[in-house]
């Protein structure tokens, strides 16, 4: 576990890696913050997933999240010393996606979250990687960011975490609710 810093924060900066220290507004921090939550999202519905297949899947994901985590919070002079996410997590979310698509039947609408506490888990996870993917966007577009891979990885993974959603109410037995009868 990294050192406990005492009272670093009290001044409402945040540290990067590297020099310099942001507001806690900054859309850097935003950004991790969104991204800490979707990793705990993915957490919490590991924790009540039953499907055997999701479980590992999960734990791969949040240590790619905490690659991405570390690749947004870094300063341009530390970033190139750093482990980046490659196209090959991408390659491989997206084997894994046709895995599951193989086994799952996709609705004809869209769906209403709750029909089991794991699937909502997993939706609830979605929309929070969606929400991380639209502010990944905005700092790319703004040049904080240069590696578009992180895009494309988190828009991959919010398609996954429908799938695993669906997944997870097949293998418990829970029938879908469209959102339109």
Known sequence: MPPFRKNT???????LLGEYR?????????????????????????SLCQAPQIGGLLVEIQRDLYT??????STPENIQHL???????????????????????????????GDSPSGAALDMAR??????ERQVADLLDQGDLKNRILLQYLNRLSSLCFLLE?????FTGHEITLAKK
């Open 9 to 15: 924060g009290d001044d409402g900066k945040t540290g």
């Open 22 to 46: 942001l507001p806690k507004y900054h859309p850097r921090l935003e950004t991790l913050g969104d991204l800490d939550e979707a990793s705990a999202a993915l957490g919490f519905a590991r």
């Open 68 to 73: 991405v985590m570390t690749e947004i919070a």
């Open 83 to 113: 482990r980046t996410l490659e196209r090959s997590r991408i390659d491989w979310l997206e084997s894994q996606s046709e895995t599951i698509l193989a086994s799952v039947s996709l609705p004809t609408g869209f769906i209403l979250p």
């Open 127 to 132: 929309t929070i990687v969606r929400r991380s």
């Open 166 to 170: 669906l997944l997870e109410n097949k």
